[in-house]
């Protein structure tokens, strides 16, 4: 059974910065984080495909996030620059074992992680 296990949440000021990984059981082809807001549906925020490094990113956080993979580790990071409120989120990391489309979507991914919070204050 697959498993995808997201670690790096926190609780931090405006304008800072954090990281978030996920590890997976197996290889996958397309790994993402999405996330969620308190009364939000869950949004995609930046894909990878783990084959060729190509990216994706939401237009929310294109410039301040960076989403990378270390093949060896079978581990995806996001790093999180700038941070905003409007951030804040439990992040929830995806895969897949096929090419994900984008625009990010929910139905795309087979695999999910349990989340991991980020809170972000003014």
């Known amino acids: 059974q697959v498993q995808l296990v997201e670690s790096g949440g926190d609780s931090l000021q405006a304008g800072g910065s954090l990281t978030l990984s996920c590890t997976a059981s197996?290889?996958?082809?397309?790994m993402a984080w999405f996330r969620q807001g308190p009364g939000k549906e869950r949004e995609g925020v930046a894909l990878?495909?783990?084959?060729?490094?190509?990216?994706y990113y939401d237009d929310s956080v294109e410039d301040r996030f960076t989403i990378s993979h270390d093949k060896a580790k079978k581990r995806m990071y996001l790093q999180m620059n700038s941070l905003k409120p409007e951030d804040s989120g439990m992040y929830y990391c995806?895969?897949?074992?096929?090419?994900?489309?984008?625009?990010?979507?929910?139905?795309?991914?087979?695999?999910w992680g349990q989340g991991t919070q980020v809170t972000v204050s003014s």
């Open positions: 995806a895969a897949a074992k096929v090419t994900a489309e984008v625009p990010l979507k929910v139905a795309g991914f087979t695999y």
């Open positions: 197996e290889y996958m082809k397309s």
């Open positions: 990878i495909y783990t084959f060729n490094h190509a990216t």
